[in-house]
């Protein structure tokens, strides 16, 4: 059990959120992410959000790992593969599904007229 899960389990109206303070790098490393990683994870339009997998109010220590982000183009793609239609929920397997969704995309049928 991680700290902040315990503080949440022994005072739950304990705002965890206020505790833990953003990283100075956060702006860096969101742009080098999206250098790196152009496209958006579930199409293949333009990357502009950065997204953690894991909410930095669950797992802080999570904020920069390169392997907790991922890219999305515009709301519709971050809420529904990020968190799953609601900003307060997440997405654990936001990689695997956006992988699959992206697959299926280029994939995809050709429409026939
Ligand atoms: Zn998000
Ligand atoms: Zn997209």
Not at 16 to 32: G, L
Not at 48 to 66: G, Q, R
Not at 80 to 86: C, S
Request: net charge positive.
């Amino acid at each position: 059990m991680n700290i902040f899960k315990l503080l949440q389990f022994i005072a739950p109206t304990f705002h965890i959120k206020d505790q833990a303070k953003r990283s100075n790098q956060w702006n860096k490393i969101r742009k080098q992410y999206l250098k790196e990683h152009p496209q958006c994870a579930v199409c293949f339009k333009k990357a502009k959000i950065v997204h953690h997998i894991t909410p930095f109010h669950i797992d802080p220590s999570k904020e920069l790992d390169p392997n907790n982000l991922i890219g999305f183009c515009e709301t519709q793609h971050h809420i529904l593969f990020g968190h799953l239609m609601h900003w307060k929920s997440y997405n654990e397997k936001g990689i695997e599904d956006s992988i699959h969704m992206k697959n299926q995309i280029a994939n995809r049928p050709n429409i026939v007229i």
